[in-house]
């Protein structure tokens, strides 16, 4: 079964991304100039740095979230077939490298977003969020139906500023 992945979401969100970066760097350029004619220079300097720390996390959580979250999936009897759409590669997952799959749920924007974490027997994981699936349901069963172990939900604990503590790591 192929995942129905929406590539409109995956590559809206490149864009926007190409897009807020320059903006970015430019208000950092610029912003101090046009303020410190009306602030004194520790007022500019404290501002540049709480607006450049502001973005700077918004750009990271941004490029992460795009690059983390890239992968479609297919799924075959006793194999997973993710392919990564920055390089193009497919990578074939057999039943014996894959642990299992969890669901979990995050907050996304006072939203409750689902995904898939896909558990590989090296220790890596695999994220597939609901939104760039429009099947996500049925790849749930799917890969119950092929022989995947489901591990069952995990709540999203923060760890640290963007990561997370994952339940059946280990």
């Given at each position: 079964?192929?995942?129905?992945?929406?590539?409109?979401?995956?590559?809206?969100?490149?864009?926007?991304?190409?897009?807020?970066?320059?903006?970015?760097?430019?208000?950092?350029?610029?912003?101090?100039?046009?303020?410190?004619?009306?602030?004194d220079l520790w007022g500019v300097i404290a501002m540049t740095f709480a607006f450049f720390l502001l973005l700077f996390y918004f750009n990271f959580k941004i490029g992460r979230a795009i690059w983390t979250e890239r992968f479609t999936m297919r799924i075959e009897e006793g194999r997973i077939?993710?392919?990564?759409?920055?390089?193009?590669?497919?990578?074939?997952?057999?039943?014996?490298?894959?642990?299992?799959?969890?669901?979990?749920?995050?907050?996304?924007?006072?939203?409750?977003?689902?995904?898939?974490?896909?558990?590989?027997?090296?220790?890596?994981?695999?994220?597939?969020?609901?939104?760039?699936?429009?099947?996500?349901?049925?790849?749930?069963?799917?890969?119950?139906?092929?022989?995947?172990?489901?591990?069952?939900?995990?709540?999203?604990?923060?760890?640290?500023?963007?990561?997370?503590?994952?339940?059946?790591?280990?």
């Amino acid at each position: 079964m192929h995942g129905k992945f929406n590539y409109f979401v995956f590559f809206l969100r490149i864009i926007f991304w190409v897009i807020f970066l320059p903006c970015s760097i430019a208000a950092i350029i610029f912003c101090p100039e046009e303020s410190r004619s009306h602030h004194d220079l520790w007022g500019v300097i404290a501002m540049t740095f709480a607006f450049f720390l502001l973005l700077f996390y918004f750009n990271f959580k941004i490029g992460r979230a795009i690059w983390t979250e890239r992968f479609t999936m297919r799924i075959e009897e006793g194999r997973i077939i993710v392919t990564d759409l920055f390089t193009f590669r497919k990578r074939v997952f057999q039943a014996a490298d894959i642990k299992g799959f969890s669901l979990s749920e995050y907050p996304l924007r006072g939203l409750k977003v689902k995904s898939i974490l896909l558990y590989l027997d090296n220790g890596q994981k695999i994220e597939f969020p609901q939104f760039l699936f429009f099947n996500f349901k049925r790849l749930t069963q799917a890969l119950q139906e092929n022989g995947f172990k489901f591990l069952g939900e995990e709540p999203y604990v923060w760890k640290w500023v963007d990561s997370r503590y994952y339940k059946f790591d280990g």
